[in-house]
């Protein structure tokens, strides 16, 4: 694939002799730049290949660390977007589970070795090759760059393609292809259920979907936010409690009541004075990522035998499986749709935690 900030030449031939397909896009041509109009090119469609034409696709915060490349590495020209809902347009000759007209979904990674042991066990999120993520990385030819969502379509092969019941709302149901998956994962893994206490660290864009799931699971769920003004939201979504944890008497009057926490916070904070909040034997799960390291005491884990856990997002079989739970319980994100020319906007906002909860592209507003 190869990227230029043009808008719409002839298409060109790959690096491999294969017909590419010239692919309207919004990427940022080095770090920090602002995001900006690009053409890609997108491979032919192969055998076992599916075309999407992208309908919306979900902003996470990740978007702007990789695009701002603060997590090291990157990848330019990139196309952000890894929360894809489209329309199936055409697909490959060996493609049998999906069809022309399909709803379809793309989430974090296109690829996979698919032949290690994490693999043939549905994390191949997991892989021990390294997945191909699906921007800001490679296809397993670790040569050929992946483009993400923040464009007119894409190509991917069969199995990482997850099928989108209809009955889902396709703009709230592109978050859940990252923040869904991200929080479904960790309340599956550690099996909440009806009756079980579940305390969400964060009302954000992963802890909104935490809210909504642990509650539709039937947990008592307890919100603990900095901000008072998010506890009308946090009932809304759910919370049967809402609790101030810039007050020191809420770890107090809350130790040893929480079966299961969900951390969603990336700002650096104590995980020490959370663990108290655990009953013995219970969990605190990490799905945000602060830009520190946080020092954990021992004691806060070994008195009550309590785990401290991190959980990424999960393979193509938990994703579907999530998918299909949220439309038999009518769960999709908060969102604010926006058209792709209004997404610098959208970064600065983010940072502002100006957003409740969660910003998608309606693709219909790039040039196609």
Known sequence: MTATPSTSPSP??????????????????????????????????????VLIDILYCGVCH????????????????????????????????????????????????????????????????????????????????????????YSSRIVVAEHY?????????????APLLCAGITTYSPLRQWECKKGDRVGVVGLGGLGHMAVKLAASMGAEVTMLSTSRSKEADARRLGAHS?????????????????????????????????????????????VGVPTEPAPVAAFSLIMGNKRLAGSAIGGIPETQEMLDYCAEHGIVSDIEVIPIQKINEAYDRMIKNDVRYRFVIDLASLAR
Request: net charge neutral.
């Open 161 to 173: 393609v997850l099928k989108v019941p209809a009955r889902l709302d396709l703009a709230g149901t």
């Open 62 to 149: 990740s978007d702007i660390h990789q695009a701002r490349a603060e997590w090291g590495d990157a990848i330019f020209p990139m196309v952000p977007g890894h929360e894809i809902v489209g329309r199936i347009e055409r697909v490959g000759s060996l493609v049998r589970k999906l069809q022309v007209g399909d709803l379809a979904g793309v989430g974090c990674f296109v690829d996979s070795c698919g032949e290690c042991p994490p693999c043939r066990r549905g994390l191949e999120q997991f892989c021990e090759k390294g997945a191909a993520f699906t921007y800001n990385s490679t296809e397993m030819d670790r040569t050929t760059p992946t483009y993400g969502g």
């Open 12 to 49: 060109v031939r790959s690096k491999t002799g294969a017909q590419a397909q010239s692919t309207p896009a919004y990427g940022a041509v080095r770090a920090g730049a602002p995001l900006g109009p690009l053409t890609i090119e997108r491979r032919e469609v192969g055998p076992r290949d």
């Open 242 to 286: 809402f609790e101030l944890t810039s007050d020191e008497a809420t770890f107090t009057r809350l130790a040893g009541r929480l079966d299961l926490i969900i951390d969603t916070i990336s700002a650096p904070h104590d995980y020490n004075k959370y663990l108290g909040l655990l009953r013995p034997l219970g969990t605190m799960v990490i």
